[in-house]
């Protein structure tokens, strides 16, 4: 047996930087766990252990204080060979994130997590529970609704992953479905609603699929012909169709950010009383434009076309007679 040879003072630093974190992620290890870990001697780890509790920085006097130094549970180390940090330098003193900045990253790394081109997700998970256990106070219990989506995205997740074409069956608002074959490209969220951006073999162009109105998702065994490198995905989820209605809609500015993936065009500036005026590309039946408008009750108005206003009057007659 090769008996391992002495560390250099730039390999022992970089042992004890990696030490350090893992002691403070773990907060109570075993000697012979952490030497598994970094694939040392357990000899080793109680030097640089013992080395760690003689570390810190000194205050302002430049002596050494009681809490300037690293420490640990003596007894604990001595008796049962475990290794607990019970004072922390500089780390604590460190600032934290709010428990709003800390749960509005927690909503973005777990949407992140669901996209199907999201790489290492165990790196994502254990980056939340830093970012929770780490946070000035506690996190806010956030979720990324996905839950109905969860069979669907795994099944896109994988054939994005195999560089396979996916197949399924689509309802749109208006028709009773088909069947699409198509090369996944990517997959975006507005709000609750999930979205597939493909290349549609068919139409041989670019469309957008709501998830929920996808049925029976498989992978297929063909091969994908275009990738997401191939294809100018525009940034916003919607685009006009030559068929396509403009229907120029009035609501409040702050109702703006909402709409915002589905403007036709830029929107118009404000008035003294805070209207803008947008323009929405529509098919004939204006069931989107419906929908937008009964998802902002009392701040959307419909202005033209004629045939638009009298879709939206119909709804409402509908919902009233319903009622």
Do not use: C
Not at 126 to 146: D, E, F, I, P, T
Not at 291 to 320: C, E, K, Q, T, W
Request: glycine share 6%; no cysteine.
């Amino acid at each position: 047996m090769v008996e391992q040879q002495p560390l250099q003072a730039q390999d022992k630093l970089a042992f004890l930087l990696a030490l350090v974190p893992y002691l403070i992620d773990r907060e109570r290890v075993s000697v012979a766990e952490a030497a598994r870990h970094f694939g040392v001697p357990e000899s080793r780890i109680r030097r640089a252990v013992e080395l760690i509790a003689v570390s810190g920085v000194p205050g302002e006097t430049m002596q050494y204080q009681h809490g300037d130094l690293f420490d640990i549970a003596w007894d604990d180390f001595e008796q049962n060979d475990m290794i607990v940090l019970t004072n922390l330098v500089a780390i604590d003193d460190a600032p934290r994130l709010s428990a709003r900045e800390a749960s509005a990253l927690i909503a973005g790394l777990q949407y992140l997590s669901a996209l199907p081109e999201a790489g290492d997700r165990d790196a994502i998970r254990a980056l939340m529970a830093k970012l929770s256990r780490g946070a000035g106070g506690a996190a806010s219990n956030v979720a990324v609704g996905q839950d109905l989506h969860d069979a669907t995205l795994a099944t896109i997740r994988q054939a994005m992953a195999d560089g396979r074409g996916l197949a399924f069956d689509y309802a749109g608002p208006r028709s009773r479905g088909g069947t699409r074959s198509v090369d996944p490209l990517r997959v975006e969220s507005i709000d609750t609603d999930w979205y597939l951006r493909a290349w549609d073999l068919d139409r041989q162009a670019l469309r957008t699929f709501r998830l929920d109105r996808m049925s029976s998702v498989r992978v297929e065994e063909r091969p994908v012909s275009m990738h997401a490198a191939d294809v100018v995905i525009p940034d916003t989820l919607f685009q006009q169709a030559r068929e396509d209605v403009i229907v120029t809609v009035e609501l409040d500015s702050s109702s703006l950010p909402l709409v915002a993936d589905f403007l036709a065009d830029t929107a118009d500036a404000p008035d003294d009383d805070g209207r803008v005026r947008i323009r929405l590309a529509a098919s004939n039946g204006f069931d989107g434009v419906v929908r937008l408008v009964a998802g902002l009750p009392g701040r959307a108005v419909v202005l033209d076309p004629p045939a638009a206003r009298a879709a939206i009057r119909d709804f409402a007659a509908a919902a009233l007679a319903g009622a």
